[in-house]
């Protein structure tokens, strides 16, 4: 590693990781006059968590109940995207909101909880139909959040990579003080706890991909129908992306059963997706933490991270990348980075 540069522009930084994260890191800090090389083993892969996410801009839906302080962090992430997204083009950005929606008088109960802490008002069957008529007849009851949006992470991916043309460096690095660089950030994703020795563990999800008619969804669903959890995430072009599982486990394998229970949930929901094609089952790991928060902040002497985006990921992408951009040009960043420093696990 380099003695060191005062911050600003020409500091050499190395990113570890081309996932969402590393690349809109990267992206903010060579926007802002840094030396920019992205190390991936497969910059152009498909290999990495982006790829299966379905986009979900959901601040209020996502991890509220487990780590608090985490919901300032993804409303003030939120906030950002839609400046983060006008910058890098036509990332299918939308922000026509999303509909919770509950199956049964079980599925309202459970739901209901998630409405209330996000202060949402309650919707009757008839109301989320005149709203989205493909919804089933049998949908109970629901809530709109106007404020939770949706992007498609692979046009994201794409569009950073494009700003970041020639910086991308196929390599796998297994030991970050071997970087010629004057700071490294390491956001690998689940391969962080390797160069790290931080707490990041793999937590799979699986995810489909559906394709028909444009039109037939509007909004973002997310719900529970007979007690599966489900959000579908429909696009301009058709697809309909249907998530997701969330396993401890570490293998790769799409299950049978998987594919049934989310198609189930899907169709409960949305009869009209029966006649959609089956275009994609992807398999991914989520990088989670113990309190399923990211970790963020300085390491050591000129090594970052970024990295235990957990469920959230792709929402996180804007706030994470200004807030370590600030941290390793100029040493300091928003407070609100203070709770999420790699110190609460004991490193740094
Ligand atoms: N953010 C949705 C998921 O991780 O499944």
């Not at 209901?112 to 049998?138: C, D, I, V």
């Not at 689940?190 to 793999?202: D, H, K, S, V, Y």
């Not at 429909?234 to 059963?257: H, N």
């Not at 970024?306 to 928003?334: C, E, F």
Request: negative net charge; charged residues 25%; hydrophobic residues 40%.
């Amino acid at each position: 590693m380099g003695s060191g540069l005062p911050g600003g522009r020409g500091m050499r930084v190395a990113v570890v990781g081309g996932g969402i994260i590393g690349l809109a890191v990267g992206a903010d800090l060579l926007r802002r006059g840094a030396d920019v090389t992205v190390y991936d083993p497969a910059p152009d892969g498909i290999d990495g968590a982006w790829h299966v996410a379905a986009g979900m801009l959901a601040p209020g839906g996502e991890s509220v109940f487990e780590f608090p302080r985490l919901e300032h962090l993804l409303d003030a992430s939120n906030a950002r995207w839609p400046e983060f997204a006008a910058g890098l083009g036509d990332v299918g950005y939308d922000d026509a909101g999303t509909l919770g929606v509950a199956l049964t008088a079980d599925d309202v109960t459970e739901m209901a909880r998630e409405w209330r802490h996000q202060k949402l008002s309650p919707l009757t069957g008839s109301q989320l139909r005149e709203r989205e008529p493909g919804l089933s007849p049998r949908v109970r009851a629901g809530a709109y959040a106007p404020d939770e949006r949706q992007v498609d992470p692979r046009r994201v991916v794409a569009a950073l990579r494009n700003v970041l043309h020639g910086r991308l460096v196929p390599r796998l690095v297994d030991d970050v003080s071997a970087l010629d660089a004057d700071a490294v950030v390491v956001a690998a994703g689940c391969g962080t706890a390797a160069l790290t020795g931080l707490p990041i563990r793999p937590v799979k999800g699986q995810v489909l991909r559906l394709r028909g008619e444009p039109g037939l969804l509007t909004h973002v669903l997310d719900g529970a129908a007979d007690g599966r959890h489900v959000y579908l995430v429909p696009r301009a072009d058709g697809e309909v992306v249907v998530g997701a599982t969330q396993e401890e486990r570490t293998d790769r394998t799409p299950t049978a059963g998987a594919v049934h229970d989310l198609l189930r949930a899907a169709l409960d929901l949305v009869p009209g997706l029966a006649e959609h094609e089956l275009t994609e089952v992807t398999v991914g790991h989520r990088p989670g933490t113990p309190d399923n928060a990211p970790i963020l902040g300085r390491l050591r002497d000129g090594v970052f991270v970024a990295a235990g985006h957990y469920r959230n990921g792709v929402l996180l992408a804007p706030i994470t990348a200004r807030l370590i951009a600030d941290l390793v040009l100029t040493g300091t960043a928003d407070p609100i980075i203070d709770d999420f420093t790699p110190g609460r696990f004991g490193c740094a």
